[in-house]
C-alpha cells in the first residue's frame, strides 16, 4: 500500500491532500483550521487531519509532493526584474529577502516543517519530490474526472512560467501540449480588472462575476483594441504598457487608468455604472477566449471530453458557456480549482506518473462530492457546545428532516454543518447557510444581515439531482456548483411585469423568478446538484421541503461571514450562528434555536478579526 502526501503552501490557499494507492483519503485547506482566509503558511493542521484521517504517521508516508517547482519561479522572477530593470526596484528589494530566506531554500523548509509535525528526525522524513505548477493542476483535473481520455486545459495567474497549458489525458498518463507564458496570463488581466474595479486580487475576482450582469459590455471594443491581442485559435498576448504587475506593486499604471477615464474605485467605496460595465466587459472578453482555447483543444485531440482546472476555471460563467456552446460532449472542472487544488494533483502525479499507478474509471468522478475535510460526532460536538453554554435539542434523522422542512418554509435561516467539510471554496450542503429560494427578501436578508457583504452578490441553487432539468436549462450534474446555466423559462417572471427596464444596480430590486433568492439579474444561477449518492442527508432535507412545499430547490451559500473562512469546527459554527441574524443552527443531530441560547454579549469588535475580502 503506497500513501502519497501532496502539499500545497507560500503562495496563497495552502492545502494538504493524502493519496492512498490512487484513492483520495482526505483533503483539506489551511484557512479552515487557521481561521485566516487565503492563508498561505505552510499546512501544519490541514496535514496533521490528513495523517488523522489515514490514521498514520508521518513516517508512514511514503512520498511528499510541493505542487510547484520554487527554482523554476525564481528564474521567472529574476528574469521578469532583469528585463524591466531598473523599473520595479522598489518591488525587487522587497521580495527578495523572502526568497532569500524561505522559499530559494524551500527543500530544507519544508523537511524542517515536516520533521518537527511529524515529531521525527529529517532522515526518517519520506521521500521529498516536487511537481510543476501547471501539471500539478492539470493532474487535479483528470486523474480524478470520470473520463478515461480527455483534453486538459488549465488557466491561472501564474505557475512559474505557465498562465494557460494544454494537455491531453489518456488512463494514468498526462502529456503536455503547449502552453502560453508569463506575463500573458488570462488570470492576471482579470484580476487587473478585480484591482481596477476596487476588489482584492486573489479574492474578489468572483465578485467581479457577479457584478458583470448588471452592466452593459462597452469597454469590449476598447480592450481588445489597447489590452490584448486575442487570435482566432484563443491565443494571446497582453499589451504590457498598460500593466504594472511584473515589476510594481499594483497591477494596472497610470496609462491603464487614462485608458478608463480615471484611478482605480477605492475598496469599500460606492459602485458606479462604470464598473459594472467594466466587469460585463472583462467578463465577455474572458468567455471568448475560454470559449476559443476550448475549440482549439477540441480540434487538435478529437477528444470528446474537456476537463478544467486553475483559477479562471473557477468562472462558472465561462465553464456553463463552454458546456452549451463548446464541440465537447462534456466537461469537468476540479472543485478545487485553484492552488489548493494542487495539493491533491501534486499526489496524484506521484502515485500515476512517477509510480505507474493504475486508475479505473467508472463513470464516476473520485472526488466524493468533494467531501474530503474532518467529520465530528456526536460526543465531540456535545462538549464542543456544552463548554459554550448552548441550548439543544437532539433529533434522529427523520425527526429532524421533517421539523428542519417546517422551519425553511416558514422562510427561516438556518446554519447547516453536517458529515465531511468540503475541500475547495464553495460550500456544498456540508459547512452551508441555507433558506428558501421563493422568498424575495431572502437575497437581501442574508446579504446584509447574515454574511454583511454586498447586496449585489447572488446566491447558488442547491438543487436535487433528478430535478434539476425541472428548474435550470441543464440536463446533467452539477455538483461542485461550477456550472451556470439560465433558469428555466416556464419560472421566470415576464421583462414586461419584472421592471426590466431598470438600469445597473436597480435591476437587484426586479421581480425575476418564482426562485427570486436564486435567480440572478440575467435570469441565470449557479446551479448544485445534490445527489443521494455523495450527501445523503443534505438530498433527505431537500425531498423533506420538496414534500412540504413542492420545491426541490434551496439557497446554499458557504457558512460564514464576509473575509471569515468557511466554519471548520461546531465552535466556529455557533459562534458565527450566534454573532448573525441566522434563526437556527443544525449541527449533525443537534438543533438549535436562536431565541433559546443565552445572551451573547453584542460586540462589533469581533469583525476586525477577519480583514475583508
Not at 357 to 376: C, E, I, V
Given at each position: 500500500m503506497t500513501t502519497i502526501l501532496g502539499i500545497s503552501a507560500y503562495y496563497h490557499d495552502s492545502a494538504a491532500a493524502l493519496v492512498r494507492d490512487g484513492e483520495i483519503v482526505a483533503a483539506a485547506q489551511e484557512e479552515r483550521f487557521s481561521r485566516k482566509k487565503h492563508d498561505s503558511r505552510f499546512p501544519r493542521h490541514a496535514i496533521a487531519y490528513c495523517l488523522k484521517e489515514a490514521d498514520i504517521r508521518m513516517t508512514e508516508v511514503d512520498e511528499v509532493v510541493f505542487y510547484d517547482k520554487p527554482?523554476?519561479?525564481?528564474?521567472?522572477?529574476?528574469?521578469?526584474?532583469?528585463?524591466?530593470?531598473?523599473?520595479?526596484?522598489?518591488?525587487?528589494?522587497?521580495?527578495?529577502?523572502?526568497?532569500?530566506?524561505?522559499?530559494?531554500?524551500?527543500?530544507?523548509?519544508?523537511?524542517?516543517?515536516?520533521?518537527?509535525?511529524?515529531?521525527?528526525?529529517?532522515?526518517?522524513?519520506?521521500?521529498?519530490l516536487f511537481a510543476e505548477h501547471h501539471q500539478s493542476h492539470a493532474a487535479?483535473?483528470?486523474?480524478?474526472?470520470?473520463?478515461?481520455?480527455?483534453?486538459?486545459?488549465?488557466?491561472?495567474?501564474?505557475?512559474?512560467?505557465?498562465?494557460?497549458?494544454?494537455?491531453?489525458?489518456?488512463?494514468?498518463?498526462?502529456?503536455?501540449?503547449?502552453?502560453i507564458d508569463f506575463p500573458h496570463s488570462l488570470g492576471l488581466l482579470y484580476s487587473a480588472f478585480t484591482y481596477y474595479t476596487g476588489f482584492k486580487v486573489n479574492s474578489g475576482e468572483y465578485k467581479l462575476m457577479g457584478l458583470a450582469p448588471y452592466g452593459v459590455p462597452h469597454y469590449v471594443d476598447l480592450i481588445y483594441e489597447h489590452i490584448i491581442d486575442l487570435k482566432e485559435d484563443g491565443t494571446f498576448r497582453l499589451n504590457m504598457d498598460y500593466f504594472n504587475y511584473c515589476t510594481?506593486?499594483?497591477?494596472?499604471?497610470?496609462?491603464?487608468?487614462?485608458?478608463?477615464?480615471?484611478?482605480?474605485?477605492?475598496?469599500?467605496?460606492?459602485?458606479?455604472?462604470?464598473?459594472?460595465?467594466?466587469?460585463?466587459?472583462?467578463?465577455?472578453?474572458?468567455?471568448?477566449?475560454?470559449?476559443?482555447?476550448?475549440?482549439?483543444?477540441?480540434?487538435?485531440?478529437?477528444?470528446?471530453?474537456?476537463?478544467?482546472?486553475?483559477?479562471?476555471a473557477l468562472n462558472c460563467v465561462a465553464n456553463g458557456r463552454v458546456l452549451r456552446e463548446g464541440p465537447f460532449k462534456d466537461i469537468w472542472i476540479q472543485p478545487a480549482a485553484g492552488d489548493a487544488?494542487?495539493?491533491?494533483?501534486?499526489?496524484?502525479?506521484?502515485?500515476?506518473?512517477?509510480?505507474?499507478?493504475?486508475?479505473?474509471?467508472?463513470?464516476?468522478?473520485?472526488?466524493?462530492?468533494?467531501?474530503?475535510?474532518?467529520?465530528?460526532?456526536?460526543?465531540?460536538?456535545?462538549?464542543?457546545?456544552?463548554?459554550?453554554?448552548?441550548?439543544?435539542?437532539?433529533?434522529?434523522?427523520?425527526?429532524?428532516?421533517?421539523?428542519?422542512?417546517?422551519?425553511?418554509?416558514?422562510?427561516?435561516?438556518?446554519?447547516?454543518?453536517?458529515?465531511?467539510?468540503?475541500?475547495?471554496?464553495?460550500?456544498?450542503?456540508?459547512?452551508?447557510?441555507?433558506g428558501d429560494p421563493r422568498s424575495p427578501e431572502m437575497q437581501s436578508v442574508m446579504n446584509l444581515k447574515i454574511k454583511f457583504r454586498e447586496s449585489f452578490r447572488p446566491f447558488a441553487p442547491a438543487v436535487l439531482a433528478e430535478r434539476v432539468s425541472d428548474y435550470f436549462e441543464l440536463d446533467r450534474p452539477s455538483p461542485y456548483m461550477l456550472i451556470v446555466a439560465p433558469v428555466k423559462e416556464s419560472l421566470r417572471i415576464p421583462e414586461v411585469q419584472n421592471g426590466f427596464h431598470m438600469f445597473g444596480i436597480d435591476k437587484l430590486h426586479s421581480l425575476r423568478s418564482q426562485l427570486q433568492s436564486i435567480t440572478h439579474v440575467d435570469y441565470s444561477a449557479r446551479i448544485q446538484t445534490v445527489h443521494a449518492e455523495t450527501n445523503p442527508r443534505f438530498h433527505a432535507l431537500l425531498k423533506a421541503f420538496e414534500q412540504k412545499t413542492g420545491c426541490g430547490v434551496l439557497v446554499n451559500t458557504s457558512f460564514n461571514v464576509r473575509g471569515e473562512p468557511i466554519v471548520g469546527s461546531p465552535t466556529d459554527a455557533y459562534r458565527c450562528f450566534m454573532r448573525t441574524e441566522m434563526d437556527y443552527l443544525v449541527v449533525e443531530n443537534f438543533l438549535l434555536a436562536k431565541s433559546s441560547q443565552p445572551e451573547w454579549k453584542k460586540d462589533d469588535a469581533w469583525m476586525k478579526e477577519f480583514e475583508l475580502d
Open positions: 527554482l523554476v519561479k525564481f528564474e521567472r522572477l529574476l528574469e521578469t526584474y532583469l528585463s524591466y530593470a531598473p523599473r520595479g526596484l522598489r518591488s525587487f528589494i522587497m521580495a527578495m529577502p523572502v526568497w532569500l530566506k524561505e522559499k530559494l531554500y524551500l527543500k530544507s523548509t519544508l523537511k524542517k516543517e515536516l520533521a518537527g509535525l511529524g515529531q521525527c528526525k529529517k532522515k526518517e522524513l519520506p521521500t521529498l487535479s483535473a483528470f486523474f480524478p474526472s470520470p473520463f478515461d481520455n480527455a483534453a486538459v486545459l488549465c488557466l491561472d495567474g501564474v505557475g512559474e512560467w505557465a498562465t494557460t497549458s494544454a494537455w491531453i489525458g489518456e488512463g494514468n498518463q498526462l502529456k503536455a501540449l503547449w502552453e510594481g506593486l499594483t497591477m494596472t499604471n497610470e496609462k491603464f487608468h487614462k485608458l478608463f477615464r480615471g484611478k482605480p474605485r477605492k475598496p469599500e467605496s460606492k459602485l458606479t455604472q462604470k464598473e459594472m460595465d467594466i466587469a460585463a466587459s472583462i467578463q465577455v472578453v474572458t468567455e471568448e477566449v475560454v470559449l476559443r482555447l476550448a475549440k482549439t483543444l477540441h480540434r487538435e485531440t478529437g477528444m470528446d471530453y474537456l476537463c478544467l482546472a486553475g483559477g479562471v487544488g494542487g495539493a491533491l494533483g501534486a499526489a496524484l502525479t506521484a502515485w500515476h506518473q512517477h509510480r505507474g499507478g493504475k486508475r479505473d474509471t467508472t463513470g464516476k468522478d473520485k472526488m466524493a462530492g468533494s467531501y474530503l475535510g474532518p467529520a465530528f460526532s456526536h460526543e465531540q460536538i456535545r462538549d464542543e457546545l456544552d463548554r459554550m453554554n448552548a441550548n439543544y435539542v437532539k433529533m434522529d434523522d427523520q425527526q429532524l428532516t421533517r421539523k428542519l422542512a417546517e422551519i425553511l418554509a416558514e422562510k427561516h435561516v438556518i446554519g447547516w454543518f453536517q458529515g465531511r467539510m468540503e475541500f475547495g471554496p464553495r460550500a456544498l450542503g456540508g459547512r452551508s447557510i441555507i
